[in-house]
């Protein structure tokens, strides 16, 4: 069994790396709050010791771990080509996004060091952060793949339902005059959740909120969280957008991020259930729209946004819930 034999932090940009018997991994702030750790696809970096001991011994040399000044140590587990499976370390699973590519410091470190890194993924890999918890030295580390076959083929399934609503629906009928450009420049984040309890799923909109607001606006515009396992009675999806509510409030970015709401029953409080004008906000799962408060001030700087949810009403009556139900559904 794979171990976890080194934990390691930096408190700020150049600073020493802090060795650690324990630690705190969360969403939010990464290992023990590592300067690196906010949200983002480097969020913990990994590296495998035998990884590390090949480059010192192209080297002839014996610099300790920390001079990679990456977050975690193991032994045990070959790290290349692993991008988009997953680590496990007691309760906090990382996900692999990418090979963490050596960078200049490392030749600072040591000479020829930077060379030694780049074959086979010595220099480790980066990850993000999916579920939290503590980690200590000596606990057992698992690789497995992120998904099962089925998984996949249902997070595929409800991503693509998603797209194809959004673009034979949505934008096709214009309901949201600000989306077809992100969708055609690809900078929509879908994400399928596959929690099933709402400790899980506010964890989820907790990492993807604080994801969107760390990323970059030419890269992830607006984020859809698919919820395809839970919240399928309406009422209950109602109600729990009072906890999202309090999500905004206690992560402080009111006025950053807001909150849009899609669900496959969706029912205005003042209209009937089979009512043409509920699909404006009718999707194939229960969703959340993660949106920047920019992206709508901006929005409103060009055209008459407060016109645009009684535009959409007036368009789905003269429709005619026939018409709309088949292009829905479709």
């Known amino acids: 069994m794979a171990k976890l034999i080194g934990i390691a932090v930096k408190q700020k940009k150049r600073a020493p790396?802090?060795?650690?018997?324990?630690?705190?991994?969360?969403?939010?702030?990464?290992?023990?709050?590592?300067?690196?750790?906010?949200?983002?696809?480097?969020?913990?970096?990994?590296?495998?010791?035998?990884?590390w001991q090949?480059?010192?011994?192209?080297l002839k040399t014996d610099l300790p771990w920390t001079t990679r000044r990456a977050n975690l140590l193991v032994d045990g587990l070959d790290l290349e080509n692993t991008s988009g499976k997953m680590i496990t370390v007691g309760d906090v699973q990382l996900?692999?996004?990418?090979?963490?590519?050596?960078?200049y410091r490392m030749e600072e470190a040591a000479e020829g060091l930077l060379d030694a890194l780049k074959p086979k993924w010595r220099g480790g890999v980066c990850c993000r952060v999916i579920s939290e918890g503590k980690v200590e030295i000596g606990d057992d580390v698992i690789l497995s793949e992120n998904q099962t076959t089925e998984t996949k083929t249902q997070n595929d399934k409800a991503i693509s339902a998603t797209k194809n609503w959004l673009e034979h629906f949505v934008i096709a009928h214009n309901f949201c005059p600000f989306a077809a450009k992100p969708f055609n420049e690809d900078r929509i984040?879908?994400?399928?959740c596959s929690?099933?309890?709402?400790d899980e799923l506010v964890n989820a909109l907790v990492g993807e909120i604080l994801f969107l607001k760390e990323a970059k606006q030419q890269e992830t515009e607006t984020t859809i969280l698919i919820v395809p396992l839970m919240l399928a009675d309406f009422l209950e999806y109602n109600q729990f957008l009072d906890v999202v509510d309090s999500i905004i409030h206690?992560?402080?970015?009111?006025?950053?991020?807001?909150?849009?709401?899609?669900?496959p029953d969706y029912q205005f409080a003042d209209l009937d259930k089979d009512d043409v004008r509920n699909y404006t906000n009718r999707s194939p799962y229960?969703?959340?729209?993660?949106?920047?408060?920019?992206s709508i001030e901006k929005a409103r700087e060009q055209m008459d946004t407060e016109s645009i949810p009684d535009r959409n009403m007036d368009l789905l009556m003269d429709l005619g819930i026939e018409k709309v139900k088949k292009n829905w559904e479709n």
């Open 17 to 51: 790396m802090q060795t650690l018997e324990t630690a705190f991994i969360s969403c939010d702030k990464g290992v023990a709050s590592e300067f690196r750790g906010k949200p983002s696809k480097r969020q913990v970096t990994v590296i495998s010791e035998k990884a």
């Open 189 to 192: 984040r879908y994400v399928n």
């Open 250 to 263: 206690e992560l402080k970015v009111e006025g950053l991020i807001q909150v849009a709401s899609f669900h």
């Open 195 to 198: 929690a099933t309890d709402e």
């Open 286 to 294: 229960p969703m959340f729209h993660l949106i920047r408060e920019s």
């Open 54 to 58: 090949e480059a010192n011994a192209q």
């Open 95 to 103: 996900l692999i996004t990418q090979e963490t590519e050596p960078c």
